[in-house]
């Protein structure tokens, strides 16, 4: 059974703990959005449809904390809370997506009783939880498609269960063709600098039975040029209109030597992850981290005390370089623009 990444009980977020996978298994309960910001930042909760839902459920903790009466005094502090919580990683679209989904529900719901509005928006975070679930096990399947028994797959960064509702995205694809009776093997990217590939993606993929080989970032071009890998498959944090898509630091990389290599070069993600406001990935905006996630990564210091660090947690794949982008609704070949518009709806 896959973990339980995040989910509302008791009116109070329950999420494990990422940070401390895959050592310790440690689940806690959020009721304040300091808290909850601080989690969003450290990646407590992490991958775009999770802190999508994260930001959902935020409001539901103000929604439900609410002591005063008047529903259009607490539509202001949904807004606030909305604003706050956008601010605290600025690339994966989920969150302000799922943000402004839980307000126009809320505008919708200030003319009626507060109760009203409390059930209301607890049904709408809890569709959009939901939501999730399904759009990774129906990509899951249709992705599954592409791979044969016997596949291997190159993956970067950690898409599976534990970056959504529910089983995931480009592990999502791995999963539901390992139940569909395939034998697929996983070469993971152990993905510098905080390690999801290393410490989450072999942490759910041995749970699952999945064989998996972890690599160092620098080995992917290797196993490409010896005939390892049958394909890629990564998730995304946005992707613009056009397919360009951005994705954990490193992907661009991978889609490079891809090409270079004739492997296939798929995106996993549903159309919560798709801002179709943006033309191309140039306008999408790129989360820089701390220097000392590069300098202090294995509880040392691993570079000159006064070192220079660039540190986007991010970059962008440009769409030319995407074999297509494995959907909820299928798998999308370009052009992207045409055919990614022919699914799109509203907020
Ligand atoms: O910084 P992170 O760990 O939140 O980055 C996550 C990724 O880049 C994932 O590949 C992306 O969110 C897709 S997760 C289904």
Known sequence: MPVTTIEWKNHKIRMIDQTRLPTEEIYFDIDDIEVLA????SLRVRGAPAIGIAGAFGILITVHGYKGSDPLELLKQIKETGDYLNST????????????KMRKRAETLKTGSLEAMRQGLTEEALAIW????????????????????????????????????????????VFAAHEAGKRIHVYA???????????????????????????CDNTAAFVMQQNKI???????????RNGDTAN?????????????????????????????????????????????????????????????VYNPAFDITPNKLITAIITEHGVIKPPFEVNLAKNKTDV
């Open 89 to 100: 990683r600025p690339t994966a679209v989920n969150l302000s997506w799922a943000i402004l």
């Open 230 to 240: 049958d394909c890629v498959i990564l998730g995304a944090d946005r992707i613009a």
């Open 130 to 173: 939901q939501e999730d679930r399904d759009c990774c096990r129906a990509l899951g399947r249709h992705g599954a498609e592409l791979l044969r028994d016997g596949s291997t797959v190159l993956t970067h960064c950690n898409t599976g269960a534990l970056a959504t509702a529910d089983y995931g995205t480009a592990l999502g694809v």
């Open 38 to 41: 601080e989690a969003i930042r």
């Open 189 to 215: 990217d152990e993905t510098r600098p905080l390690l999801q590939g290393a410490r989450l993606n072999t942490w759910e993929l041995l749970n699952e039975g999945i064989d998996v080989t972890l690599i």
């Open 248 to 308: 954990k630091i490193g992907t661009y990389n991978v889609a490079v030597i891809a090409e270079k290599h004739n492997v296939p070069f798929y995106v996993a993600a549903p159309y919560s992850t798709i801002d179709f406001n943006l033309a191309n990935g140039s306008q999408i905006p790129i989360e820089e981290r701390a220097a000392s996630e590069v300098t202090d990564g294995f509880g040392r210091k691993t570079a000159a005390e006064g070192t220079n």
